[in-house]
T-cell receptor
Framework: SQQGEEDPQALSIQEGENATMNCSYK?????LQWYRQNSGRGLVHLIL?????REKHSGRLRVTLDTSKKSSSLLITASRAADTASYFC????????????FGTGTQLKVEL | EAGVTQSPTHLIKTRGQQVTLRCSPI?????VYWYQQALGLGLQFLLW???????NRGNFPPRFSGRQFPNYSSELNVNALELEDSALYLC????????????FGQGTRLTVV
């Protein structure tokens, strides 16, 4: 079963614009991780945010976490065509060790 | 530093056959996880191994099994293949413990005909 739901399911923007993806989850978590997947291949790890953190940055990526609303967002600033991919959030559930439960993913298309 | 490596990259099997997929974790990682990504079903957790022991298992039938070797590499075995087993099988590794990053391999694309 899926832990999280991502919104939107698909997003199309122009190069240079910002892209925001949202992830909601249902149960208590230790952490939330964001991944990128290109063309059905392996997942690339983007960022991990712990349950006691509210915001993290990595290059053009900004992740926020609101545990009271059980939601997270991923912001990609100044998007590039190479950012075109599917983006997934994955939660490490409390009591679940480091097993991750994935959301449904957002397909991002960045057009030139 | 080498990432998570999986073999083979692609595989075609006939319904009813058996298949073994292999995964080598990042050096220093003791935990290995297996996920199935079937078309339209998202990423589903299959198995988690650490220090040679099965730590957790997803909601899959017993014909999905695996093991972890002393060097922390892992195998996923699927017996009596069914058409719906066609999927991308992804392996990930991490250090043991909470709040450790999990890194994925490129996956094995299994097609059952």
């Amino acid at each position: 079963s899926q832990q999280g739901e991502e919104d939107p399911q698909a997003l199309s923007i122009q190069e240079g614009e910002n892209a925001t993806m949202n992830c909601s989850y249902k149960t208590s978590i230790n952490n939330l991780q964001w991944y990128r997947q290109n063309s059905g291949r392996g997942l690339v790890h983007l960022i991990l945010i712990r349950s006691n953190e509210r915001e993290k940055h990595s290059g053009r990526l900004r992740v926020t976490l609101d545990t009271s609303k059980k939601s997270s967002s991923l912001l990609i600033t100044a998007s590039r065509a190479a950012d075109t991919a599917s983006y997934f959030c994955a939660t490490g559930l409390t009591g679940g060790g480091n097993k991750l439960t994935f959301g449904t993913g957002t397909q991002l298309k960045v057009e030139l | 530093e080498a990432g998570v490596t999986q073999s083979p990259t692609h595989l075609i099997k006939t319904r009813g056959q058996q298949v073994t997929l292999r995964c080598s974790p990042i050096s220093g990682h003791t935990s290995v996880y297996w996920y199935q990504q079937a078309l339209g079903l998202g990423l589903q957790f299959l198995l988690w191994y650490d220090e040679g022991e099965e730590r957790n298992r997803g909601n899959f039938p017993p014909r999905f099994s695996g093991r972890q070797f002393p060097n922390y590499s892992s195998e996923l075995n699927v017996n009596a293949l069914e058409l719906e087993d066609s999927a991308l099988y992804l392996c990930a590794s991490s250090q043991f413990g909470v709040n450790t990053e999990a890194f994925f391999g490129q996956g094995t694309r299994l097609t059952v005909v």
